[in-house]
C-alpha cells in the first residue's frame, strides 16, 4: 500500500512531513497562495500552496517544479484523486481542523471529468443517477458507516449469545409470501422465483435444530409502488429463535438487539451525527412499550383519527399518531403494536390459543414508520395447513415447507427488519433512497 | 423463553433439578429402564427412566404418571422434540459426558413421524431433499458453527480495519462478468439480471470514495455444470480497497483474513473439529506462497503433468498438483498463483506495464482447489474501454460501468472468495452441496 495517512489521524502527528491521498473537494486558486480540500474516506484537510507564476530562473530546477504546481493546482478538476507529499502544519487559525499540509509535491493520480454533473441542489433521482459521486458527500459516507456499526453490533450480539448464521437461498421454486409481488427467473428447464424474504428457510432451521439463527442478505419484492418507504430489492434482517413461550420472547431479544445497536452506533458516530446530522442519538430504554393493535386504533380513534381503511390493519398515518402517542405519553421512540388479526396476517403466524382471530405476533414502529414484523410461527403441522388453505393457498404447493413440520420441530419464531428504514428513521432521512447503496425501484435499475 | 438448560451446559451444573428440550436421537427401551439421547442444537445428553411396565396401585397417581411415562417413552418417535424435567446425576460410568437426567416430567412437545426418510447411509441427493433432517447431525451443525465463527472473523478484521460494509443490488441491467452464464428476471416493463458477482458495485464504491468495502451475500451464475464445486447460487465473500500499489496488497489483506479465521476456529472449534472430522486445524503462515502462473505451469510439466487446455489456463488437475508440490517443498496448505494471462482474465483486472500478455491478479489455491480470484483493477477509463473492446464486449452497454472511472477514481483492487469451498476444503469435505445451507443446481431448486 501507498504510505498515505488517513486526514482523520494527522491531528496526532507532528509537524513534518506527511502524505495524504484523496479526492479534490474545492481549489481555490488566489494569486498569491492557492488552497485546495482534499477529502479522503476520513475526513477533509486544507492543502495550500504558495503560488509561482511566473519562472524567475530558467536555471533553477526547483523553480521549474514551484511553477509546474501552480498550474497544475489551478487546472484541477473536482473530483480528481491526488496523492500529495508536504509538510503538516498544525495552526489553530485554519478552520478546517487546525491544520494545513503545505505543498511539497501533487500527483494527479486519476483526473475527473471538468464538469460534475450533480451538484448539492440536485433532485434526489438526479443524485441516484450518479450515487458514486453523491456518496462523496461526508454525510452519505457517514451513513453506511452507522450502518456498518449497526449490522456488526446485532452480529456482535447473536455471537455473544450462540446463534447460527444461515446464508438462505434467494431462488426458490415457490412463493414464500405472497403471489402477488413475486419476481420470476428463467431457471434451465423450469421457473424460479426470487425469495420474497428468508422466512421459509430461516424457520427450516427449527426442525435442523440450530436453535437460534441469523442472516442479513436481500430480499425482493415486485412492488410496484413509489413510495419513501418501499423498495423492490432491500436488505432483510433476520431472526429466528426455537423454544418460544410466545412472540414475547421474540420482542425481548429485539429489543436487546435495537438498544445493542444503538449504544455502538452512539459510542461510535455520536459526535459526527451531531455535526452532519443534528441528531442526538438516543439509546431507547426497555421494555420498549407494547399496545394491542386493536388498542392502538382505539387510542387514535379517541384522538380523532379514523383510519380509511376496509380491513383490521393500521394504516401509515395512523402509525405515526400512534407513535405521537406513545411519545408523549412513554416518552419512547419504538412501541410494539401487538396482537394482529389473523386476517391480515400470512397463513403462517401463531394464533391465540381459545381466539382464532388474533395471532402472536406484532410491528415494530420506530418514529411513526413500521421498520419489522415479528411473530410466533405455527409449528402443528395440521392447524398450519388449515391456516393455509383458509388464506386461499394450496397446501401441495408447499409440500417442501410443510415437511418441515412433520418431523419434530420446536416452538419458534422471529421477525424480519428492514435495514434502510432502520437507518432512515435513525437519521431522520425522508426516503429510503437515501440510506440505500445502490436503491431499486420499478423504474430504477441503474447504475 | 422456557427455563431450559443447553446440554452442553450440563456439566458445569451440580446434581439437581434441571429441565432440558431437544429432540428423540435414540431409544433404548429395555423391559426394566428405558434410555433416551436427547440431542439440542450444543450436544446430547442421556435421559434414564425406570420403567412402570404396570399400574401397580390403582390409587397411587404418582404409580399412574409413572406408567404414564414409561408408555410415553416407549412409543417415542425419532425426532420428537421434548421437553424433559428431571434430576441431573454426574455419573462417569455414563459414556456420553459422564451424566445423564432421570425422567422426572416428559412432554412430548411435537411429533415426528414414525418412519426418518433418511439414514446414516442415504446418498447426498437423498439427505439434499430432507436437508433440514441432516442437517441435526452434529456434524452438519458443526459446519455451520465454523461458518459463522469464520464470517464473524472476517467481519471483525473489516471492522478493526475501518472497512464500509456494502449490500450491492442483485438485480442489474447488465452482466457483470460473462453473458454467458446470466439468469434473466422479468423486472416491470424490462428485464433484469442476477448479479454474478458484486463486483461492478463494490468498485463503484471507490470513486464514491468509501475507501476500504466489503460484501458477504449471494451471487448467481446460471452454470449448467454439475460438478462438487459448482452452485448456481452460493455466497460469495467480498472486498476491495482503494489506493493499493499493485495486487501484492490485495494479496496482503488476503492472508490477513484467512489468518484471522483460521485462528478464530481453531480456538473455538478446535476440539469439536477433532472430534467430528478428525482434523487439526493449522492455521497458516504468512506470507502465502507465491508462484507465477506460468512458472506453476512449468513446474507441473516438469513434474510430468501436460495440462491438456488450448488457453492459457491451469486445469483443476493442475491446481492440485502445484498444491502437492508448494505443500512438499513449503508445507504450506495455500498458494497464490499469480500474473495470469490477460487473455483468460476479465477485461478490468489491470494488466502489466510493458508487457499487456500478463495481469496483475492471482488466484487463491487452498488444499489443491482454486477459492477465489483477486485483481488490481484497471482505473484508467480509456485503457478499460480498449479492454473491454478487445474482449468483445460493447463500451455502449457498460455506460453505467465506465461512468465510475470519468470523475476520478483512486487505484484498487480486491477479492471475490467462495465461502461454501472454503469450508469444503478446510473440513476435507468432498462437495460443496455439504457445506451450503441448501444447495441450488441446474436440477435442485428445492427444499
Known sequence: MSERTLVKNLAALEDGPVSVSGWVETVRDQKKVQFVVLRDESGAVQLVNPAVRELVDDDDPESATKLATTEAISALAHGSFLTVTGALKHDERVKLGGLEVRIGALEVVSESLPETPIAADSSLDKRLDWRFLDLRNPKQNLIFRVQTTIEHAFRQYWIDNDFIEIHTPKLMASASESRAELFEV???????????????????????????????????????????????????VDAEIS???????????????????????????????????????????????????????????????????ADDDMDPEGERRIAAYVKEEFGHDFVFLTDYASSIRPFYHMRHEGDSSLTNSYDLIFNGVEIST??????????????????????????????????????????GMGLARVLMLLLGEQSIRETTYLFRGPTRLLP
Do not use: C, N
Open 243 to 309: 423454544w418460544i413461550e410466545s412472540h414475547e420472547d421474540v420482542m425481548a431479544l429485539h429489543e436487546e438487539l435495537l438498544v445493542a445497536a444503538f449504544t455502538a452506533v452512539k459510542e461510535k458516530h455520536g459526535e459526527a451525527l451531531k455535526e452532519h446530522f443534528d441528531l442526538d442519538v438516543v439509546v431507547p430504554s426497555r421494555p420498549f412499550p407494547r399496545i394491542p393493535l386493536a388498542e392502538a386504533k382505539r387510542i387514535v380513534g379517541e384522538r380523532g383519527y379514523e383510519i380509511p381503511r
Open 374 to 415: 415479528g411473530a410466533q410461527r405455527e409449528h402443528r403441522v395440521d392447524v398450519l395447513i388449515e391456516q393455509a388453505r383458509e388464506k386461499g393457498l394450496e397446501p401441495e404447493e408447499l409440500e417442501f415447507y410443510l415437511d418441515f413440520f412433520r418431523y419434530g420441530v420446536p416452538p419458534h419464531g422471529g421477525f
Open 186 to 236: 428463467g431457471y434451465f428447464e423450469t421457473t424460479a422465483y426470487l425469495a420474497q424474504s428468508p422466512q421459509f428457510f430461516k424457520q427450516m432451521a427449527q426442525p435442523a435444530g440450530f436453535g437460534k439463527v441469523f442472516e442479513i442478505g436481500p430480499a425482493f419484492r415486485a412492488d410496484p409502488s413509489f413510495t419513501s418507504r418501499h423498495a423492490t430489492e432491500f436488505t432483510s
